[in-house]
């Protein structure tokens, strides 16, 4: 009877205890969906009741042979859209759990510590989550995991290397996270692991050796981390790898010898610092899809065996230095979309056998070695839609079979020796987007059809030698948003149609003969941020835009009679508003401007000869290489400033360090050595090669020797065949001109600095004209090139350089000076004198007491008959007080008797410093 009671009271206990291990898994799952967010909820609105394994969504079960009991197994809630945390699933009633899939949810917090007591878990997924903090340690103690995938969260830290006790790990999936530290040595623990995938991480050090001892891995993802040292030479050699992916490390030294290629699929091991040769049995498999090997510093030859790689997708080659003849490495392939084999040293033609990959989208190899013509055959490849082949030693037309390539949207062909004229078919590319033939040899006319590539970006002609008009149907394509047609012969007036490419950014017109004015309609080009018209035969006002109007001169230069601001001359419409013309300017302008040209190309072809003779010279120890790799450069200052200190200082000339632009070229502010120091760049067309010589030398070390208060410190110079300049000393009160024409400075440089500045300018032409072991002349003295410092005192700038540039042409000078300041004896003669310097001394003290040009004055008053003092004087400053007019009169005077026509009537300016000093 006790016996019964108790088997009864036993096996009631047992079916409690069953009722109770299910409820319990019940009411775990609940408690954690009541944690999460009320539509989580409602997607989970079939957990009703206490049997989960009765069609809750997501719930997997198993029953007990034994003991009829069901468990819960396995929870699959993949892209649920669930939102919550981790915190409240209660794991220890559900550590029957074999599988957990929570991945592509929105799950946010930390994996819970306690995850590690789900020890019968096989399968872990919670990537594509939200998850933060680090890889909880106790996943290490899951035993029988097999999967772990913690992909695509925010994780941080290191890899725990209780990790590594989780030996029955096959695949390992940590990728896309914020890890840091190394990969744990007990790591080398797993010995059934089949793939590891650590991509995208911040993980350092060196790829274990024991990686190789892996006998089952298939899978090696560690690309996009910090890995360095070489890769061990045994990975891959005891078992075959099918995706091997290094790429985006710092990885050095040469691939493993004698990998197992007979599975590779994904061979990507790009951006790395890997030499060596590729292994030329990389298709062993016939099964490789990816090779990726870009940005290496790879050696030798293409694969071999890429030949007949019938299932490669993707080949990645570009920026190493492969060599050989490419003619025929490759074949015909039905599934090629890409291949990239640019920047390399290859050489060979261009395979006719392209045209026959019927998915090949993009095909790039610039910046080769190769030669022939373009194969008829490529136009078969109808899917291409990127064609690469810039920089080569093409020959040839471009084929006519090109109208079939209806999909390509990019067309490089530029910097090869390709002639022939634009094929007209080349119009039937309608979804043609970039077209660069620059730099080739190309003849004819610039084709009308080419208007009906209507998506048209960029359009490069340049430096060809196309001939007659620029089409007006270029007009058409109203996407064009870069136009360059410069460096060719083109002829004829701009179309004023062309106003209508309202979305063109950057127009280059350069080195043409173009004439006529530049069309007013061109205002329509509301998005034109940059032009260059120079060298060419424009006349007339710059179109009313800043486009144009804050043009550098060295855009404008060059052409026939282009007015306007930064041009050098006014416009005829804003002369006529002003009540008198200055005939003495006229004339100035009539002889001088249309020699202008011609005599800044005489001189520089007269420094080019004269340098190139020097250069021959067995004297000159230089060899021809060592000019070439080092420019010439003198420097006065410590001697640590160097020609590549001041291109960074300036970022390569970027236009933002402008501060300035003269006659003869651009000023930069440069600040190094926590110093600032302005830096003159020579407006020189690039093929200018100026060389250095012995006595060029000298005279540049003497005017860096010269050390006056009113001279602009020269600390240095620079020849380079990409450019030249000379660095001087810095001053922060900019130029006389720019404080005449600033309302506000003019007034505070009131009378006593104005005369003290005067004074000075004239003190240093003085020094350099009498107190010099040969007289300097400045030839270019004006207000543009007198700079003031912060105390108002007056230093000449560019002192010599104009007579330096233009060495030992004695019986020849060049024609250095400002309009408006030269001597008048220079517009019909050659001769250079001091005086040359006196007559300018005279135009700028009067602009000084002036505030403005004296231009109009002259013309009107020529010897200032009958010009009282009050008359010319700066109405913008009070009237001087007595004394200080006294000395502002005879300033006048001086000024006066320094504008003499005939130069030996003017003083010297010995006696013009005497004469100011009473
Ligand atoms: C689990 O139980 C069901 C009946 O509830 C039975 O049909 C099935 O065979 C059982 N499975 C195993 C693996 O014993
Ligand atoms: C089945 O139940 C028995 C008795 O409760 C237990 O010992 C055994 O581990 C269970 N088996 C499984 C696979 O859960
Ligand atoms: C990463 O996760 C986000 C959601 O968190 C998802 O949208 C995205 O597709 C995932 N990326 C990958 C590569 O799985
Ligand atoms: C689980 O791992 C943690 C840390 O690795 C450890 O302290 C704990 O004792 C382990 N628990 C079990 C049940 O093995
Ligand atoms: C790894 O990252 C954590 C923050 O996520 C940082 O505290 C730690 O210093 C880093 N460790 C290393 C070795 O960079
Ligand atoms: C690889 O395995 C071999 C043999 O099991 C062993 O001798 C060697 O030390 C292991 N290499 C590494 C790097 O662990
Ligand atoms: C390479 O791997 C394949 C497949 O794993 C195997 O059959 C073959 O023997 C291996 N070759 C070498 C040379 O180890």
Redo the contacts with the bound molecule.
């Keep these: 009877m006790v016996l019964t009671i108790a088997l009864v009271l036993l096996s009631f206990c047992n079916l409690s205890l069953a009722t109770a291990g299910e409820a319990n898994d019940a009411s775990a799952l609940l408690k954690w969906r009541s944690s999460l967010d009320n539509q989580s909820q409602s997607f989970l609105s079939s957990w009703v009741g206490s049997n989960p394994c009765h069609d809750w969504i997501g719930i997997g079960c198993?029953?007990?042979?034994t003991d009829?009991e069901?468990v819960v197994t396995s929870i699959r809630l993949s892209n649920s859209s669930l939102r919550g945390t981790l915190g409240d699933l209660d794991t220890w009633s559900l550590r029957n759990l074999e599988s957990l899939d929570l991945s592509f949810n929105s799950l946010s917090g930390i994996i819970p510590h306690k995850i590690g007591t789900l020890n019968s878990l096989e399968f872990l997924n919670l990537s594509s989550n939200q998850l933060t903090g680090v890889i909880p340690s106790s996943i290490g103690n899951l035993t029988n995991l097999h999967y772990l995938y913690l992909d695509n969260n925010t994780l941080s830290g290191s890899i725990p290397c209780e990790l590594g006790r989780a030996r029955a790990l096959k695949d390992l999936k940590i990728s896309k996270n914020l890890l840091n530290g190394t990969i744990p040595f007990s790591f080398r623990n797993f010995s059934m692991i089949e793939g590891i995938d650590v991509t995208d991480n911040n993980i350092s050090g060196s790829i274990p050796d024991y990686f190789a001892n892996y006998t089952r891995l298939e899978r090696l993802d560690l690309g996009k981390n910090n890995f360095s040292g070489i890769i061990p030479t045994e990975l891959g050699k005891k078992t075959a790898l099918v995706h091997f992916r290094l790429l985006m490390n710092n990885l050095i030294g040469p691939l493993p010898q004698d990998m197992n290629l007979t599975k590779m699929e994904v061979f990507a091991v790009s951006h790395n610092m890997l030499s060596g040769h590729l292994p030329h049995d990389i298709c062993a498999s016939g099964s490789l899809i990816q090779i990726c090997a870009c940005n290496n510093r790879f050696t030798g030859p293409v694969p071999k065996s890429l030949k007949n790689c019938k299932s490669i997708f993707r080949v990645r080659l570009q920026r190493n230095q492969l060599t050989g003849n490419i003619s025929d490495d490759f074949g015909i392939y039905q599934e090629l979309d890409f291949i990239d084999l640019s920047y390399n040293k290859l050489y060979g033609e261009v395979s006719s056998n392209w045209g026959f990959c019927p998915n090949l989208t993009s095909l790039q190899m610039s910046n080769n070695n190769l030669s022939g013509k373009i194969s008829i055959e490529l136009g078969r490849a109808t899917r291409l839609s990127e064609l690469y082949l810039s920089s080569n030693h093409l020959v040839g037309e471009i084929p006519k079979s090109f109208e079939r390539l209806s999909s390509l949207m990019k067309l490089y062909l530029d910097d090869n020796a390709l002639s022939g004229t634009i094929p007209s078919e080349l119009g039937h590319l309608h979804n043609l987007e970039v077209l660069n033939m620059a730099k080739n040899s190309f003849t004819g006319r610039i084709e009308e059809k080419l208007g009906e590539c209507l998506k048209l970006r960029s359009l490069n002609l340049s430096s060809n030698r196309f001939g007659g008009i620029i089409p007006v149907h270029i007009s058409k394509l109203d996407k064009l948003e870069s136009l360059d047609l410069s460096e060719n012969s083109l002829i004829g007036r701009l179309p004023p149609q062309l106003g209508r490419l309202n979305t063109l950014e950057t127009l280059n017109l350069s080195h043409n003969n173009l004439k006529g004015s530049i069309p007013s309609s061109f205002i329509e080009m509301v998005s034109l941020t940059t032009v260059d018209v120079s060298f060419n035969q424009l006349e007339g006002p710059l179109p009313k835009m800043r486009a144009f109007e804050e043009a550098p001169m060295e855009a404008l230069r060059n052409n026939k009679r282009l007015c306007g601001k930064n041009t050098g001359l006014d416009c005829p419409t804003e002369r006529r508003n002003q009540d008198k013309e200055n005939k003495v300017l006229k004339v100035i302008l009539i002889i001088v401007l249309p020699s202008l040209g011609c005599m800044l190309l005489l001189f520089v072809i007269i420094f080019c000869v004269f340098f190139s003779l020097h250069k021959r010279n067995p004297n000159d120890t230089r060899t021809p290489q060592e000019t070439e790799a080092n420019p010439f450069t003198i420097w006065s200052y410590d001697g640590k400033m160097a020609y590549e200190n001041i291109i960074d200082a300036l970022d390569d000339f970027d236009s933002k360090h402008i501060v300035g632009v003269g006659g003869h070229g651009t000023v930069y502010k440069a600040e190094l050595l926590s110093e600032v120091f302005a830096v003159k760049k020579f407006h020189a067309p690039e093929d200018d090669k100026m060389q250095s010589s012995k006595s060029f030398e000298t005279e540049i070390q003497a005017l860096t020797a010269i050390r006056h208060q009113n001279i602009v410190k020269l600390y240095g110079f620079c020849v380079h065949p990409r450019h030249s300049f000379l660095v001087y000393e810095f001053l922060v009160g900019g130029s006389l001109r720019m404080v005449l024409n600033d309302m506000k400075q003019a007034v505070d440089f009131n009378w006593e600095k104005r005369l003290m500045a005067v004074k000075g300018i004239a003190n240093a032409l003085s020094y350099m004209h009498h107190d010099c072991s040969q007289p300097i002349i400045h030839r270019d003295l004006s207000s543009g090139n007198v700079l003031l410092d912060s105390d108002w005192v007056a230093h000449v700038s560019d002192f010599g350089t104009a007579r330096v540039l233009d060495q030992d042409s004695s019986n020849w000078t060049s024609f250095a000076g400002t309009i408006g300041y030269v001597a008048p004896e220079l517009a019909y003669t050659m001769e250079v004198s001091e005086k040359c310097d006196v007559y300018s001394f005279g135009i700028l003290t009067l602009e000084v007491i002036m505030g403005k040009h004296p231009g109009d004055f002259l013309t009107s008053s020529p010897d200032m008959k009958g010009a009282s003092l009050t008359e010319i004087l700066d109405q913008r400053l009070p009237s001087p007080v007595e004394q200080i007019a006294e000395q502002l009169e005879l300033l006048v005077e001086v000024a006066f008797s320094c504008l003499q026509k005939s130069p030996h009537s003017r003083p010297s300016m010995w006696e013009v410093t005497l004469g100011l000093s009473v």
Excluded: A
């Design positions: 198993s029953n007990n042979t009829g069901y």
